[in-house]
């Protein structure tokens, strides 16, 4: 069963005379284990449709099954018991600006009440090491550079070992060098823990990372063409 199984989802922003039509009839499979880059022009509807997929926006028309859940139509409490198994990055990195790099990452496993605090330390702490920040454990967001700050939310993204990954615009904030070296941790990572990945971008320098690039134009997906590598 795929991982992501969307058939005929649209979207519409506004009522009456302010309706915007957003997305228009929305096909997507998405398998386990697989790194899928979504890339369109600014507007279509990327960004729309992750947040759906992700279960912070509910749509009401088509089906979009989510790790074995039905989202379109869902009631809150389904849509947060798939939110629960997702990692997200997003284009700013979300990070809390008082707490350190370590305390960042820990916040992610607070729900995980089978864990006690050394073992969210430990988790947290070699999660934070694979993306090479193991001197930085104390540091706040503001004494690390763009690209470390990226790598923390993605170390706090992936640290209980979400089923799926959505991220939007990871790399938008960050120069040519740190977003390929924050997207290629993301893919090992992702990799090494059988986790699923679907990445919104405008920034073509990523798209090699991908097992396939999927096109948004207008609110409606355009054939699939392999990734440039
Ligand atoms: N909350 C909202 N209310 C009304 N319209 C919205 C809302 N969010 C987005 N839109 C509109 O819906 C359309 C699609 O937006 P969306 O953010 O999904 O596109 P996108 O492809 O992610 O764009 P970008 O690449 O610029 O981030 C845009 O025209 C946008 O202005």
């Excluded at 070699?126 to 090479?132: F, R």
Aim: net charge neutral; with cysteine; charged share 25%.
């Amino acid at each position: 069963m795929a991982l992501v199984d969307v058939k005929g989802v649209s979207f519409a922003y506004g009522v009456g005379e302010f309706r915007r039509q957003v997305l228009k009839n929305v096909d997507l499979l998405i398998d386990r284990g697989e790194i899928v880059i979504l890339t369109g022009p600014s507007g279509s509807g990327k960004t729309t449709l992750l947040t759906i997929l992700g279960g912070l926006r509910l749509a009401v028309t088509g089906s979009a099954v989510v790790l074995g859940r039905e989202l379109v139509n869902s009631d809150e409490n389904v849509r947060m018991g798939v939110r629960r198994q997702i990692g997200y990055i997003f284009q700013q990195h979300n990070l809390f600006w008082p707490l350190t790099a370590m305390e960042n990452v820990c916040m992610a496993l607070e729900l995980d009440d089978r864990l006690s605090e050394d073992e969210r330390r430990q988790r947290a702490g070699d999660m934070l090491t694979e993306v090479g920040l193991a001197d930085h454990l104390d540091r706040r967001p503001k004494q690390l550079s763009g690209g470390q700050r990226q790598r923390v939310a993605i170390a706090r993204a992936l640290v209980s070992r979400p089923t799926l990954v959505l991220a939007d615009e990871p790399t938008a904030s960050l120069d040519k060098a740190s977003g390929h070296e924050a997207v290629n941790i993301l893919k090992r990572l992702a990799k090494d823990y059988g986790a699923t990945i679907l990445l919104v971008t405008h920034d073509y320098r990523i798209l090699d990372i991908a097992d396939r690039v999927i096109t948004l134009e207008d609110g409606a997906i355009t054939p699939t063409r392999a990734p440039s590598s």
